[in-house]
């Protein structure tokens, strides 16, 4: 849950998207967001989590030691078998 905060962030250059109306700005669509990811966790049971400390960085590439091993993990396939189609 912690992850989800950096949805919502804009940085400078998506700032100037926002701003010309090329895409829209991530804040407007929060409630949504948030009413669509209740109805879900709702029926299944589970409960909202509490707002409080959110994760920031990841937009900007700051990225923990894990993420290596997975991205080498996600790619395999594509590196193993260049340009093939499934």
């Keep these: 849950w912690a992850f989800t905060g950096e949805l919502f962030e804009v940085d400078a250059g998506e700032a100037g998207l926002i701003a010309d109306g090329t895409v829209p700005d991530p804040d407007s669509l929060r409630a949504a967001w948030t009413a669509t990811v209740s109805a879900v ?44 189609s499934w």
């Design 41 to 84: 966790l709702a029926e299944a049971t589970l409960k909202l989590p509490q707002a409080g400390w959110m994760q920031k960085g990841g937009r900007d590439g700051r990225h923990s030691e894990h993420l290596g091993p997975l991205l080498t993990e996600l790619q395999y396939l594509q590196r193993t078998f260049p340009g093939a």
